[in-house]
């Protein structure tokens, strides 16, 4: 019973920044792909923030729970936003910049869970609805901090490798790419790779790197508070 309590008690907390999270990082990529000449998300209705539009059952519901109970590792994906790299107006240079919008975007949603949690903090009445808050607002912090540097690791499908491909000369970035056909084996690697804690020796410091940093990027807030 206390397992079941504290799942309960876990997703209660991570559900809204982690639906926040995967649909604006999905969006971000729509967005910046139908700026430079790509609309197929929103041609497809997929250029939206409603977090359902996001959602895949198996990927984003069903797999991060059965991992979670099992080897403790909450590993999953959303409803990729379709992008036709082939419409962008400049599809070497621009798969890079629509690449790097969805961890850009975490990064902006970390900030904006740091300034609630420093104004939760410092200006609303201590009760259990403020300690309840206080622990989603860090929970937004944590989860995109982590979608960030993970979506950047430099691995066909994720952002990391799209920016990759970007990049590299025109001959390597084509071979790069090529990695696209293992995707399924890819993402069994990383779990394992999470899992063995191979990740878990270099990933968490990078993510605590990029929360440090975002808390420095709320100083003004603070001083503005103090």
């Known amino acids: 019973m206390s397992n079941f309590n504290e799942i309960v008690q876990t997703i209660a907390v991570y559900l809204v920044p982690v639906l926040f999270a995967i649909s604006l990082h999905e969006a971000a ?19 939206s923030l409603n977090p359902i539009r996001h959602i895949d059952p198996f990927g984003t519901i069903l797999l991060p729970l059965l991992l979670y109970l099992t ?38 949603m970390a900030l904006a869970w ?32 982590v979608m960030c540097v993970f979506n950047l690791i430099p691995v066909p499908p994720l952002d990391g490798g ?30 394992v790779l999470s899992y063995t804690g191979v990740l878990g020796k270099f990933l968490p410091g990078i993510v605590q790197v990029v929360i440090k940093g975002v808390y420095g990027l709320t100083l003004p807030l603070r001083m503005l508070l103090g």
């Open 71 to 108: 080897i403790q590792v909450p590993f999953g994906y959303a409803r990729p936003v379709p992008v036709d790299f082939n419409r962008l107006r400049n599809p070497k240079k621009q798969m890079a910049w629509v690449a790097a919008a969805g961890p850009a975007a975490n990064l902006v």
């Open 114 to 145: 740091m300034v609630v949690f420093i104004v939760l903090a410092d200006k609303v009445p201590a009760s259990p609805l403020q300690a309840y808050l206080l622990e989603v607002s860090q929970a937004g912090v944590l989860v995109n901090a």
């Open 162 to 191: 799209r920016i990759v491909t970007g990049l590299l000369p025109l001959e390597l970035s084509k071979q790069y790419a090529r990695l696209d056909r293992y995707t399924p084996f890819i993402f069994v690697g990383l779990i």
């Open 29 to 47: 990529h729509g967005y910046v792909a139908r700026y430079f000449g790509d609309s197929t998300a929103s041609d497809e209705g997929r250029l």
